[in-house]
């Protein structure tokens, strides 16, 4: 029996044990989601319950279980890494894809003729907008306190407990006195603003009082703190929740450095053990009958229930907005890092081309992964990476969010398109860049989508737009040069990206995908813009640098309104080689030169002393 052998026997094994708890609870099915209690997108192991009972290892998904079928809903980043770790008694349901049904669609249809049957979930990873989509349309819903897949996930691994560290003011660019302050500015409006809270809220604002943050990384945000509980993201388990006098914090304290525990006592910060943090709530609106919480769609089910009383619902929580603008202070170190992290990145690819050069076989792709790790080491204030690297040959690059193994990852050959997406934490910003390489003859096929995928990647880098412009506006602009061939890429155009914080945050995005209620493109934000393209089993293509929202400069300025644009921050050369340069006109030409000039620029003199790294970004870099 191979391995994959006993993985897929332990995957049904382990489907069945599950299928026994849907019996003893008297459940028809069970929601498992991807997220955890705070909705993180990346989880830590004790909380990869989806991972865990399908197999599928992707970051998105929600996985039901029902006592006849298996069904995990994914987007098309993940279609080829589900339909290869699924086992045969799981079905992959393709969000997006015509004919498919949601799973909300899937449940109602289910249930038709069916009232008795019963959904379970977990009240603390469940969200109060996805429960009352659920029971709206006429879902039984049962909570549980606990977890039914850890009833049956035997060795489950202990919750995280690294240190907590202070993230400096001089990284973060504000106190978080003032935070607080612009927070309780946004949460709880004065009687007389225009602008209420909550644009659904019936409540007088003065009543509003006590705003539950849940998401990880706003926590962080909030208090000028980082840590280490979920791989790559530099983030801690906790809950806050601030009143218009107070704040509380409820985490473990013991993990806090001598630094940190000082910061939060000196803040006059109120902390709490993590898991008191629901029964608080309870007791503090229970005591406080006349205020009002206010929490956003995000919120669990069980704090909502534990609140036990109708809340102000904010579409979008104000702390996920404020940490969304970037201050002056964070945008300079967005800039710095990304230079470092490009010197990084060049010194990985010299090396990788001088490899290939001496024979035809170079490193596997872990071993090109490493590699690039311990160039980002070298760097100042590197403290890891932001995620998995990404690095894929040939048809693994086709994988949009492909995870080389070390025991079944390929070998990087010239005669096949390389793709490497990955990046760096730092203390002063987040990195995240794509590059597609070939180091032998590319195929006329590959140097005509890749010259569409950088056309497209232009076009959007020279957006200019109003304030606020949905993110959907600009999306069509870097898909417009692969939609004349009749192509296209299942995933968006561009996320936002965290200060030293997660690689993917929101609600900032550029994607085809209309979205309710999102708060636009804003100076300050800072993005991804990655437009690619992949050819199942042969290759993939894509190019991505992180972009800073400007202001620009325009002849008029429509209804008194700041016009917008972006500022690229990444310094990485595009490879030339794959660029059939008649299909660019002469302003995009003109545009990939000055890009090289300004890369050459900022990385010549972190590379200076190393001759044959600086010949290999002189070439890279030259006019086209």
């Not at 069916?114 to 979930?121: L, S, V």
């Not at 819903?141 to 907590?164: E, F, Y």
């Not at 096949?416 to 760096?424: E, K, P």
Request: glycine fraction near 6%; aromatic fraction near 10%.
């Amino acid at each position: 029996m191979t391995a994959d052998d006993r993985r897929i026997k332990a995957l049904e094994e382990n489907l069945a044990r599950f299928r026994e708890q849907l019996k003893q609870h008297q459940l028809w099915a069970y929601l498992i989601p991807s997220e955890d209690a705070h909705q993180s997108e990346y989880v830590a192991e004790c909380d990869a319950r989806r991972a865990f009972i399908s197999g599928f290892t992707g970051s998105a998904g929600c996985v039901i279980v029902s006592q006849d079928d298996a069904l995990l809903f994914t987007d098309g980043r993940y279609f080829l890494q589900a339909s290869q770790q699924l086992s045969p008694s799981w079905t992959l349901m393709k969000m997006g894809v015509h004919g498919v049904p949601s799973k909300e669609e899937w449940l109602k249809k289910q249930t038709e003729g069916n009232a008795d049957r019963e959904i379970g979930f977990d009240e603390k990873t469940v969200t109060v907008a996805e429960y009352d989509k659920l029971t709206d349309m006429g879902l039984k819903l049962k909570g549980t306190s606990d977890n039914l897949v850890d009833a049956i996930w035997n060795g489950r691994p202990q919750r995280p407990d690294g240190k907590v560290i202070v993230q400096e003011e001089k990284y973060s660019g504000e106190s978080v006195l003032s935070k607080l302050k612009r927070v309780r500015d946004a949460a709880f409006p004065a009687a007389n603003d225009d602008e209420v809270a909550s644009a659904e809220s019936k409540f007088h604002p003065d009543n509003l009082n006590g705003l539950v943050i849940t998401a990880l990384d706003e926590i962080a945000w909030l208090f000028n703190l980082r840590g280490c509980d979920i791989s790559f993201n530099p983030v801690f388990f906790a809950y806050a929740f601030v009143t218009r006098k107070e704040a509380y914090l409820f985490t473990d304290f013991s993990r806090f450095t001598t630094e940190a525990q000082k910061h939060i006592k000196d803040l006059g910060i109120q902390v709490h053990p993590y898991d008191q943090a629901i029964a608080f709530v309870k007791e503090y609106f229970k005591a406080n009958n006349e205020h009002v919480a206010v929490i956003d769609n995000r919120c669990s089910h069980a704090i909502v229930n534990a609140i036990g009383r109708p809340c102000s619902r904010m579409n979008v929580n104000p702390v996920t907005t404020l940490k969304a603008i970037k201050n002056e202070v964070e945008l300079e170190g967005f800039r710095q890092c990304h230079i470092r992290d490009g010197a990084a990145l060049v010194k990985y690819f010299c090396w990788l081309e001088q490899e290939l050069a001496k024979k035809p076989k170079g490193p596997t792709e872990c071993e090109g992964a490493n590699k690039l790790e311990a160039f980002r080491a070298e760097q100042e204030h590197f403290r890891g990476l932001s995620f998995d690297t990404i690095s894929s040959v040939g048809k693994n690059a086709a994988i949009i969010h492909y995870k080389p193994d070390p025991k079944t990852c390929a070998t990087i050959v010239k005669d096949h398109m390389y793709l490497c997406d990955s990046g760096g934490q730092y203390f002063d910003g987040t990195t995240d860049t794509t590059r597609t390489m070939h180091f032998g003859t590319p195929t006329d096929e590959e140097m005509d989508a890749f010259t569409r995928v950088l056309k497209g990647h232009i076009a959007l880098d020279q957006a200019v737009f109003p304030n606020k412009t949905a993110d959907a506006t600009l999306d069509v602009l870097a898909r417009q040069f692969l939609w004349q061939g009749g192509m296209d890429y299942r995933h968006g155009t561009g996320h936002g990206v965290g200060s030293y914080l997660c690689v993917h945050e929101g609600p900032q995005s550029i994607s085809n995908k209309v979205v309710a209620k999102r708060i636009g493109i804003q100076k300050g934000m800072t993005l991804s813009n990655e437009p690619g393209y992949y050819e199942d089993g042969k290759f993939g293509i894509r190019i991505e640098n992180i972009v800073l929202t400007v202001a620009k400069d325009t002849m008029k300025q429509f209804g008194d309104e700041p016009y917008l644009g972006f500022e690229a921050v990444t310094m990485v050369p595009i490879q030339q080689k794959l660029i059939k340069k008649s299909m660019l006109t002469q302003p995009e030409i003109n545009w990939l030169n000055n890009y090289h000039k300004k890369v050459k620029n900022a990385l010549t003199p972190l590379l200076s002393a190393d001759q044959t790294v600086m010949a290999f970004l002189e070439r890279e870099t030259s006019p086209l």
